[in-house]
């Protein structure tokens, strides 16, 4: 995944066409959510943590833990 390889800001777009495509997909807006906190962009990640629990309670809850909760507070 181009998050991992150190390459975030080019995985935003590949994984928001695949949103368009099928908004449906829990592990893209996880995947979603941990490369918008890789890229500083707390706001989108909330917003697609949002969109997520109206998905899959069960993964947006794990990825609040992980991803939202560590960053809550922090001004971006």
């Known amino acids: 995944m181009l998050a ?4 975030p800001l080019e995985a935003i777009p590949a994984l928001e ?3 368009q495509l099928d908004a449906n997909q829990a592990k893209v807006w ?3 959510i ?4 890789i890229a ?3 706001k989108q990640a909330r917003e697609a943590y949002q969109q997520l629990r ?4 069960k993964v947006a809850e ?14 971006e």
Do not use: K
């Open 62 to 75: 794990q990825m609040y833990r992980s991803e939202i909760l560590p960053y809550e507070g922090e001004v």
């Open 34 to 37: 941990e490369v918008y906190q």
């Open 54 to 57: 109206g998905i899959d309670t």
């Open 4 to 7: 991992v390889s150190g390459r």
């Open 30 to 32: 996880g995947a979603l």
């Open 17 to 19: 066409r695949s949103l």
């Open 40 to 42: 500083g962009r707390r």
